[in-house]
């Protein structure tokens, strides 16, 4: 049984950092791509970031990037997003996801397994 388990959100001020984990477990992490997603009230899921198996490949979304760092760590089955300078616009539901193939993150949310979410809030 696949699981993924995200952590790390909550309520900051504006231009301040927080820094969310996803824990991945049932699946060979070290082999699958990994990606950050966030979900506002009444908007479309969006992608924020992807990383390769290996860390070799990464992606962002333009509003993150130079703000937001994506990394994982194979042998703790985690994988990691660093989000600085935060906006209030950031505030959303955010959500790991992991599939076999790195392919073009840019399209589309066809991730094979999701986690439950964190809220993350920024008050200006």
């Known amino acids: 049984q696949v699981q993924l388990v995200e952590s790390g959100g909550g309520l900051v001020q504006a231009g301040g950092s927080l820094r969310l984990s996803c824990a991945a477990s049932?699946?060979?992490?070290?082999?699958?791509?990994m990606g950050w997603f966030r979900q506002a009230p009444g908007k479309e899921r969006e992608i924020l970031a992807a990383?390769?198996?290996?860390?070799?490949?990464?992606y962002y979304r333009d509003s993150v990037k130079g703000r937001f760092t994506i990394s994982r760590d194979n042998a703790k089955n985690t994988v990691y997003l660093q989000m600085n300078s935060l906006k209030p616009e950031d505030t959303a539901v955010y959500y790991c996801?992991?599939?076999?193939?790195?392919?073009?993150?840019?399209?589309?949310?066809?991730?094979?397994?999701w986690g439950q979410g964190t809220q993350v809030t920024v008050s200006s």
């Open positions: 996801a992991a599939r076999p193939t790195y392919g073009r993150p840019e399209y589309g949310t066809n991730w094979d397994y």
């Open positions: 049932g699946l060979p992490f070290s082999t699958y791509a």
């Open positions: 990383i390769s198996w290996s860390g070799g490949s990464t």
